[in-house]
C-alpha cells in the first residue's frame, strides 16, 4: 500500500484570525491543552513506537522561556497550541529518553509520529516560522507584535496588520506518449530524478507557470495542462501544486544553474525507479508529492 503523501493529513478544526482573539489565553489555561514543541526548526517528540508531537501542557516548566504561541485549533476537545523556544531548548530533551528531537523531514520519512499529526507539524511549523521572520513591520519598519491568538501581526506604529503567508509553487510531470521528463539539481540524492517545480509569479495562472518554468528548466514546450492534487510543504511555507503536463516538443535544453541534468523516462524505467530496483536512477521519496504524481501516471 502506497504511504499517503506527507504533511496533508490534519484533524484540527483550525483556528483562524475571524474567530476569537483570545482563544490562546483560554487554551493557556485548559489542562487538556496538548502542546506542539518546536526549539528553533526542531520538533521536540514524546518517544515511542510511534511517537507523538502532541506533548502535555506542562512541559513549557521545562523552559527558561519561549518566544511565540500559536493556538492552532481543537483536535476532539483537545485544544492545540504550537509553541516556538530557542534552538538551544532542546539539549535538556535530547539527553531524556522519554524524549525525541527531530527534525521534520526526518519525522515524516522515519514515520516517527501517526500521519495524522504531520499535518499538524507543518501547520506549527510555517506558523511559528513566519512569526520568527515578521518582527517588524513591512509598511514601517516598527517591531510588530502577535494578536488574534497568533494568526496575524499588528504595527501599533502605522495600523498595518500582517497575515501569515504561503508561497504557492507548481511541481509537474511533463508527458510525451509513454515517457516523461524529470530533472536532477545537485542537492538531491544520489541517483534521483524528480519532476520540475518552481515558484507561481505574480499575475500567472498555474498553468502558465508550468509552461513558463519547464521551458526556462528545460527548454521544453507545453500544452494542455492538469491538476492533479496539492501538498504543503513547511520548508519554510510552501503549498505545491501537482500537475501533469504535456509536451509539445521533444529536445531537452537544460539551463546547468538550476538543473545538472533532465532526460525523458520510459514508464519501464519509472517502474524501476519507483520499486527501488533501477539500477542507475532513483525516483524522488514516497514523503513528497513528486513520487505521488509519477506514481499515478505510471497507473495511467
Same mark, same amino acid.
Given at each position: 500500500?502506497?504511504?499517503?503523501?506527507?504533511?496533508?493529513?490534519?484533524?484540527?478544526?483550525?483556528?483562524?484570525?475571524?474567530?476569537?482573539?483570545?482563544?490562546?489565553?483560554?487554551?493557556?489555561?485548559?489542562?487538556?491543552?496538548?502542546?506542539?514543541?518546536?526549539?528553533?526548526?526542531?520538533?521536540?517528540?514524546?518517544?515511542?513506537?510511534?511517537?507523538?508531537?502532541?506533548?502535555?501542557?506542562?512541559?513549557?516548566?521545562?523552559?527558561?522561556?519561549?518566544?511565540?504561541?500559536?493556538?492552532?485549533?481543537?483536535?476532539?476537545?483537545?485544544?492545540?497550541?504550537?509553541?516556538?523556544?530557542?534552538? =538551544?531548548?532542546? /539539549?535538556?530533551?535530547?539527553?531524556?529518553?522519554? @524524549?525525541?528531537?527531530?527534525?521534520? %523531514?526526518?519525522? $515524516? #520519512? &522515519?514515520?516517527?509520529?501517526?500521519?495524522?499529526?504531520?499535518?499538524?507539524?507543518?501547520?506549527?511549523?510555517?506558523?511559528?516560522?513566519?512569526?520568527?521572520?515578521?518582527?517588524?513591520?513591512?509598511?514601517?519598519?516598527?517591531?510588530?507584535?502577535?494578536?488574534?491568538?497568533?494568526?496575524?501581526?499588528?504595527?501599533?506604529?502605522?495600523?498595518?496588520?500582517?497575515?501569515?503567508?504561503?508561497?504557492?509553487?507548481?511541481?509537474?510531470?511533463?508527458?510525451?506518449?509513454?515517457?516523461?521528463?524529470?530533472?536532477?539539481?545537485?542537492?538531491?540524492?544520489?541517483?534521483?530524478?524528480?519532476?520540475?517545480?518552481?515558484?507561481?509569479?505574480?499575475? =500567472?495562472?498555474? /498553468?502558465?507557470?508550468?509552461?513558463?518554468?519547464? @521551458?526556462?528548466?528545460?527548454?521544453? %514546450?507545453?500544452? $494542455? #495542462? &492538469?491538476?492533479?492534487?496539492?501538498?504543503?510543504?513547511?520548508?519554510?511555507?510552501?503549498?505545491?501544486?501537482?500537475?501533469?503536463?504535456?509536451?509539445?516538443?521533444?529536445?531537452?535544453?537544460?539551463?546547468?544553474?538550476?538543473?545538472?541534468?533532465?532526460?525523458?523516462?520510459?514508464?519501464?524505467?519509472?517502474?524501476?525507479?519507483?520499486?527501488?530496483?533501477?539500477?542507475?536512477?532513483?525516483?524522488?521519496?514516497?514523503?513528497?508529492?513528486?513520487?505521488?504524481?509519477?506514481?499515478?501516471?505510471?497507473?495511467?
Amino acid at each position: 500500500m502506497t504511504r499517503p503523501i506527507a504533511y496533508i493529513s490534519n484533524s484540527l478544526v483550525r483556528h483562524s484570525a475571524e474567530r476569537d482573539p483570545d482563544a490562546l489565553a483560554k487554551a493557556a489555561r485548559d489542562p487538556r491543552t496538548a502542546m506542539i514543541l518546536l526549539a528553533g526548526d526542531l520538533p521536540v517528540l514524546q518517544a515511542g513506537e510511534p511517537g507523538t508531537s502532541l506533548l502535555p501542557a506542562s512541559v513549557l516548566s521545562r523552559l527558561p522561556a519561549h518566544q511565540e504561541q500559536v493556538f492552532l485549533g481543537i483536535l476532539g476537545e483537545r485544544p492545540v497550541v504550537a509553541t516556538l523556544a530557542a534552538p =538551544e531548548a532542546a /539539549e535538556p530533551f535530547q539527553d531524556d529518553p522519554a @524524549f525525541a528531537v527531530v527534525d521534520l %523531514r526526518s519525522i $515524516a #520519512v &522515519r514515520g516517527l509520529v501517526p500521519a495524522e499529526e504531520l499535518g499538524m507539524l507543518a501547520m506549527a511549523k510555517s506558523l511559528l516560522d513566519w512569526h520568527r521572520r515578521h518582527r517588524f513591520c513591512a509598511n514601517c519598519g516598527a517591531p510588530t507584535q502577535p494578536a488574534q491568538a497568533g494568526f496575524r501581526r499588528d504595527c501599533a506604529a502605522c495600523g498595518a496588520q500582517h497575515f501569515p503567508r504561503t508561497d504557492p509553487v507548481v511541481i509537474m510531470l511533463i508527458t510525451r506518449g509513454d515517457k516523461c521528463l524529470m530533472g536532477r539539481q545537485p542537492r538531491f540524492a544520489e541517483k534521483m530524478y524528480s519532476c520540475l517545480a518552481g515558484f507561481l509569479e505574480p499575475g =500567472e495562472t498555474i /498553468e502558465d507557470a508550468v509552461r513558463r518554468e519547464t @521551458f526556462e528548466e528545460a527548454g521544453i %514546450r507545453v500544452g $494542455a #495542462v &492538469r491538476y492533479l492534487t496539492s501538498q504543503p510543504w513547511p520548508f519554510p511555507s510552501n503549498i505545491m501544486i501537482g500537475c501533469i503536463g504535456e509536451a509539445l516538443t521533444d529536445e531537452i535544453a537544460f539551463d546547468g544553474e538550476e538543473l545538472e541534468d533532465a532526460r525523458w523516462f520510459s514508464k519501464d524505467d519509472v517502474r524501476l525507479m519507483l520499486e527501488g530496483r533501477h539500477e542507475h536512477f532513483a525516483a524522488p521519496a514516497p514523503i513528497a508529492i513528486a513520487n505521488h504524481i509519477v506514481r499515478e501516471w505510471v497507473k495511467d
